[in-house]
T-cell receptor, first 115, second 112 residues
Framework: EAGVVQSPRYKIIEKKQPVAFWCNPI?????LYWYLQNLGQGPELLIR????????DSQLPKDRFSAERLKGVDSTLKIQPAELGDSAVYLC?????????????FGPGTRLTVT | KQEVTQIPAALSVPEGENLVLNCSFT??????LQWFRQDPGKGLTSLLL?????REQTSGRLNASLDKSSGRSTLYIAASQPGDSATYLC???????????FGKGTSLLVTP
């Protein structure tokens, strides 16, 4: 069974440019998470989806970040415009259901470098 | 807010040594605790998951223990190998939460 798929794996852009990351969760997983991992830090939650609904986006900087999960499957995370401080790894995870009893499975991440 | 701390931040050991990584958390109302491995440029690989009712879990050369009341967990790696070199992350899942709370990780280097 395929794991969580993310693309691109690496992205280099100039500041003020837009960028988008894509995530395909494990088949049948209703809950999808986007985490941000800064260098030398642990991942931190940006947004959590249950099916197509964003049920926790309290940590998402809404002035420049947006996300969507159309049809409750794939998800896209967008930054517009990107800033130097956005350089980080963006991780997508999925789980069968919501709540601590459901294990989260992580994708390989997208490493973003903003110059 | 749950705070997760990992000590040491970095560790270098010669091949064959046994080693212990430490993780502490501030709120003991946890559902489970998970240890992950992260290789450079890669995602997270789950190593061990300990439920709050458990004291330890074992997988091969890895053993993780949990003392919920004192807010501590340890990851014991026996007979370390160069292939064990990676960053090890501890993450806590709270009873009322949906997101994992991660520590900053311990960067491990095992030298031949």
């Amino acid at each position: 069974e395929a794991g969580v798929v993310q693309s691109p794996r690496y992205k280099i852009i100039e500041k003020k440019q837009p960028v988008a990351f894509w995530c395909n969760p494990i088949s049948g997983h209703n809950t999808l998470y986007w985490y941000l991992q800064n260098l030398g830090q642990g991942p931190e939650l940006l947004i959590r989806y249950e099916n197509e609904e964003a049920v926790d986006d309290s940590q998402l900087p809404k002035d420049r970040f947006s996300a969507e999960r159309l049809k409750g499957v794939d998800s896209t995370l967008k930054i517009q415009p990107a800033e130097l401080g956005d350089s980080a790894v963006y991780l997508c995870a999925s789980s069968l259901g919501a709540g601590p009893s459901y294990e989260q499975y992580f994708g390989p991440g997208t490493r973003l470098t903003v110059t | 807010k749950q705070e997760v701390t990992q000590i040491p931040a970095a560790l270098s050991v010669p091949e064959g040594e046994n080693l212990v990584l430490n993780c502490s958390f501030t709120d003991s109302a946890i559902y489970n605790l998970q240890w992950f491995r992260q290789d450079p440029g890669k995602g997270l690989t789950s190593l061990l998951l300990i439920q709050s009712s458990q004291r330890e879990q074992t997988s091969g050369r890895l053993n993780a223990s949990l003392d919920k009341s004192s807010g501590r967990s340890t990851l014991y790696i026996a007979a370390s190998q160069p292939g064990d070199s990676a960053t090890y992350l501890c993450a806590v899942n709270s009873n009322s939460g949906y997101a994992l709370n991660f520590g900053k990780g311990t960067s491990l280097l095992v030298t031949p």
